[in-house]
């Protein structure tokens, strides 16, 4: 099988228009629509890179967005980053002693009130 210079043309100018997950979402729904065995396809007639189309094909079965966690850095420390795939338990309560133990580790900007904290990282 091979692709039309038109529709190579319409998949490249769609292709440079997006970034990020949007960019890789499209690259999978263009592999998934032109069927089996065409991953190799569109790497060799597109120039598309494989990884790319597997990132964006893990983000379509799990609808998750995937973000690019290695090349993000907090204070020189890159984050270790998992995907949940549990429920948190809602309704928890604390004991006071136990949210002063949390508020330890919380600072509060005044101007946004309680909702927005910063967690301090603590070796």
């Known amino acids: 099988m091979e692709l039309e210079e038109e529709v190579k043309e319409l998949l490249r100018e769609t292709e440079k228009t997006l970034k990020g997950s949007a960019r890789r979402l499209f690259m999978a729904r263009t592999v998934r629509a032109l069927g089996e065995g065409c ?28 973000l690019d966690a ?26 006071k002693e136990a949210m002063e133990t949390v508020e330890t580790h919380l600072q509060r900007l005044p101007s946004l009130e309680k909702w927005f904290v910063d967690v301090r990282y603590v070796a």
């Open 70 to 95: 290695s090349s993000m850095t907090w204070k020189g420390k890159h984050p270790i980053v998992e995907l949940v795939t549990t429920t948190s338990q809602t309704g928890m309560k604390l004991t």
């Open 39 to 66: 991953q190799h396809l569109v790497e060799r007639e597109l120039g598309w890179n494989r990884g790319t189309i597997r990132k964006g094909q893990h983000e379509l079965e799990q609808e998750i967005i995937c």
